[in-house]
């Protein structure tokens, strides 16, 4: 008797796409990484997908070829920060100060690493997660459509949650068909925050660690997706980091 598909179950390397899913929930059910799902069904934004869609689930075993293109390679499964450093040739030292990684040297399939640094080691240190009870993974370096490259993570969390600062500084809004309603925040030490698809604005200018700054939404090109907090770090006000092990120290 022929197997049935059923919606929302993998059968035959294949998923229909329920409400409510993302990227990111799909991929961590099937056990497989983001980057395998996307590039076997062209996906190119991870917030484009829809109910219905049906969803080619590539075989575990099935490795994408290593990518090193534009100073980015893809971390394979099974790879630690050793054996991506010694496929790519770049030393772990440049590999840590480039991605904004803290101790202990976590990576993950699928991820994307930059090769270079563009603004150094971080010292960041988040003082509150600024969505508590969020759901989050390590979608940093996923490819986008709309600036070809994610640089932040994305915060799930419903819709009209308290977004907090993460650290004590100075706030200022603003308005953008892709951010929606965003919030720009530097610290003390010059590390500019940036969370973007905010429902509504809360307490700007001088701020405590702590303070609102807004509610989860999806405003911008976020629009009709599920609810989140695009959350980016950007040291000495310069290029993002990975914000993924800060995360992670503050909010788990």
């Not at 099937?30 to 869609?53: E, K, L, M, W, Y």
């Amino acid at each position: 008797m022929a197997a049935l598909a059923i919606a929302g179950m993998a059968a035959t390397g294949r998923y229909t796409v329920r409400r409510g899913d993302t990227l990111s929930s799909i991929a961590m059910r099937q056990n497989r990484s983001i980057s395998a799902i996307a590039i076997a069904n062209g996906v190119t934004d991870p917030d484009r997908i829809f109910a219905g869609q049906v969803l080619t689930i590539p075989d575990a075993g099935t490795k994408p070829a290593p990518a090193a293109v534009g100073g980015i390679v893809v971390v394979q499964p099974g790879e630690t920060l050793t054996r991506v450093s010694a496929r790519t040739g770049v030393p772990m030292a440049t590999l840590i100060a480039a991605n904004g990684l803290v101790k202990p040297y976590y990576v993950y399939a699928g991820g994307q690493l930059r090769l270079g640094s563009r603004n150094g080691a971080s010292t960041v240190n988040l003082q509150r997660c600024p969505v508590a009870g969020a759901r989050f993974m390590n979608d940093w370096g996923f490819p986008r459509a709309d600036t070809g490259f994610h640089e932040g993570n994305d915060l799930m969390a419903k819709q009209g949650v308290p977004i907090v600062a993460p650290v004590s500084g100075v706030v200022t809004h603003r308005v953008g068909t892709i951010g929606g309603n965003a919030f720009r925040l530097v610290g003390a030490d010059g590390t500019m925050y940036y969370g973007a698809h905010m429902k509504s604005f809360g307490k700007s200018g001088r701020v405590k660690a702590g303070d609102v700054l807004g509610t989860v939404g999806d405003t911008g090109d976020a629009k009709g997706g599920p609810p989140h907090l695009h959350f980016e770090v950007h040291p000495g006000g310069g290029a993002a980091v990975n914000p993924y092990p800060y995360l992670v120290a503050a909010c788990r």
